[in-house]
């Protein structure tokens, strides 16, 4: 068998020598300055469209954990137990604000990517109800401190997030809605449903927040969102949303109880209240690309053309190319 695929190999074939049929465009002054044209006037409307979309969004970003707390010791205070966290502040809606507002918790210096911290974590025991016992990679939030294994293990759910939020417009409360921001396919595919929180938060070590024992996983949206792991240091994760407009000027009080511990390693933490639009969130940078790659298209077409009226080049006959004549061993 191996002889016969070396005697295909080195047969002297079209395939072998690479002369099968292909495209093989002659790049011209009149097709290189069609395409640069082409691209220039796709990329910078879209580019437009980005920048105008991306204006429109309305967003609030408020950095709390600076304010709320002591300015001496706060990883003493935030450790603290007995003491109250509670925090009040007080926004100023400078537009009109449309709903569904989102409703963000914005965690800076904090590297969920590293590889350690992304791989304390069981999938199976996630997913099924048998696999409980599966903790071999959650130390050391694998086993309770009375040696049973901890449902869900490992660093990545013991971190879990835990400050609150409680948000007032004009001294009037409204609701936060948490349902479904987590991924359709995470709930139905990555948590079971018959899973159940045991011995969560028993460990060694103080964590985050606690789970509800008598919710499966698949209904505890706030973990799913958490568990989904950021690449980046700087991160948003989806708190809730406001289904309710805010108008311009409105006065925004949030009681926020300051619970989760970022001072310990000199993280930062935010609330960030934004709107959408059909290109997502707030974010200039894919604008501003299109912008960039079709303006500078625009700009080598024109000095192409600019080269070919002044300085052009005599083209060579294309029949003379070996794939437009015949030749004695492959006629076309």
Not at 56 to 65: K, Q
Not at 121 to 134: F, I, N, P, V, W
Not at 167 to 180: L, Y
Request: hydrophobic share 40%; with cysteine; net charge positive.
């Amino acid at each position: 068998m191996y002889i016969k695929i070396l005697t295909f190999l080195c047969a002297d074939s079209k395939f072998t020598q690479q002369e099968l049929p292909a495209c093989k465009p002659l790049l011209t002054p009149a097709i290189v300055i069609s395409a640069f044209l082409l691209v220039g006037i796709l990329f910078v409307p879209i580019g437009l469209a980005s920048l105008s979309a991306s204006q429109e969004i309305v967003e609030l970003i408020d950095r709390y954990d600076t304010n709320c707390g002591p300015i001496t010791d706060k990883v003493g205070y935030i450790q603290d137990s007995k003491t109250n966290k509670s925090c009040t502040r007080t926004l100023t809606v400078p537009k009109h604000m449309k709903s569904p507002i989102q409703i963000y918790y914005q965690i800076g210096d904090f590297y969920q990517n590293h590889r350690r911290y992304v791989k304390s974590r069981s999938d199976k025991q996630l997913l099924y109800k048998d696999a409980a016992h599966l903790t071999k990679d959650c130390d050391p939030e694998g086993y309770s401190a009375d040696g049973a294994p901890i449902v869900p293990c490992g660093l990545v759910a013991w971190s879990l997030f835990n400050d609150t939020y409680t948000i007032s417009v004009n001294k009037k409360a409204i609701e936060v809605n948490k349902k479904d921001i987590a991924w359709q396919s995470d709930k139905n595919k990555k948590f079971g449903n018959d899973v159940y929180p045991r011995n969560f938060q028993n460990g060694n070590l103080i964590g985050g927040a606690k789970l509800n024992a008598s919710i499966p996983l698949s209904k505890q949206e706030d973990l799913i969102v958490w568990m989904r792991t950021a690449a980046l240091p700087t991160f948003r994760k989806l708190y809730g949303r406001i289904e309710t407009d805010i108008m311009a000027n409105d006065q925004l009080t949030v009681v926020i109880q300051n619970n989760y511990n970022t001072y310990s390693f000199g993280g930062s933490k935010a609330l960030v209240l934004s709107t959408t639009s059909w290109i997502g969130g707030k974010n200039k940078f894919i604008g501003v690309a299109y912008l960039i790659v079709g303006g500078l298209c625009l700009f080598l077409a024109l000095v192409f053309v600019v080269l070919y009226m002044f300085k052009p080049r005599t083209l060579g006959d294309p029949s003379f190319l070996s794939w437009n004549r015949d030749t004695l061993d492959y006629p076309n």
